[in-house]
Every structure is written in structure tokens, then in C-alpha cells.
């Protein structure tokens, strides 16, 4: 009976070292890179996006802060939007636009376009050339 107790005590000590080591050693910052990524937005620069053209871009409004960029992006994600800050210099003002791209190539656009009517959104369609 002693030694079960004691084969008992040494695994539940040994699980005890071994989650402690995880959450400080790699796992923690692991876990803080996952919250991190949630909370993170994707920001383009133009000259980057200009090398990619999608089928279709639909803009959801284009601001001078940041902060309100994100704040717009964060709102479509939550509604399960694939949503993206286009940055772009303007006479040396730049500009940050929310959009949505497609989540891949054969992404239809009509139906984005009707939930987004339906919820009173603004928003404009961008083609291949306009983007």
C-alpha cells in the first residue's frame, strides 16, 4: 500500500513539474502568440498589395487613424468577414482602408454583397483594376 501511495505522490509531482515548466517555459509564450494573433489585424501596405490581384475587393471605409481602422476590421471579423487594412500614402497622408478579399479564388462576391445590404453597411465593390 506504501508504495502505491508513493508511486502516486511521484507522478502527481512529476505532472506538477512538467505543466509548470510548459506554462513558463515555451508554452506560456505560445499561448500569449495565439492571444496576440486574435487581437492582431492584418495591415498591407499598397506596394504589397498592388502584387496581388484578387477578383474582387469590396471597401468598407477608408480612414486617416488606425484606431478606427482597426476598431471596423475587428467588427466584420467578429461577423466572420475575411477583413484586411489596405495602407496606402496619399500626398503624404496615409490612408487606411478596411476591406474584405475573397477567402479563396472561387469566393463568390454576390452573396457577401447581399448580407452586407441587408445589414445596411456601406460599402463599395472594388474590381481587379480598381484595387
Do not use: C
Request: hydrophobic share 40%; charged share 30%; proline share 2%.
Amino acid at each position: 500500500m506504501k508504495e502505491r501511495i508513493i508511486g502516486l505522490l511521484t507522478i502527481a509531482a512529476l505532472i506538477a513539474v512538467v505543466s509548470f515548466m510548459y506554462l513558463k517555459g515555451d508554452g506560456l509564450a505560445e499561448i500569449e502568440q495565439r492571444i496576440e494573433a486574435r487581437q492582431s489585424v492584418t495591415v498591407e501596405e499598397s506596394s504589397i498589395q498592388s502584387d496581388i490581384i484578387y477578383p474582387w475587393v469590396i471597401q468598407l471605409g477608408a480612414f486617416q487613424s488606425m484606431e478606427d481602422a482597426k476598431r471596423l476590421t475587428k467588427k466584420f471579423e467578429r461577423k466572420g468577414y475575411n477583413t484586411y487594412i489596405s495602407s496606402k500614402d496619399f500626398s503624404g497622408n496615409k490612408i487606411f482602408r478596411v476591406r474584405i478579399r475573397p477567402s479563396d479564388e472561387d469566393e463568390a462576391v454576390d452573396p457577401i454583397i447581399r448580407k452586407l445590404e441587408r445589414g445596411n453597411h456601406e460599402f463599395q465593390v472594388l474590381g481587379k483594376g480598381q484595387q
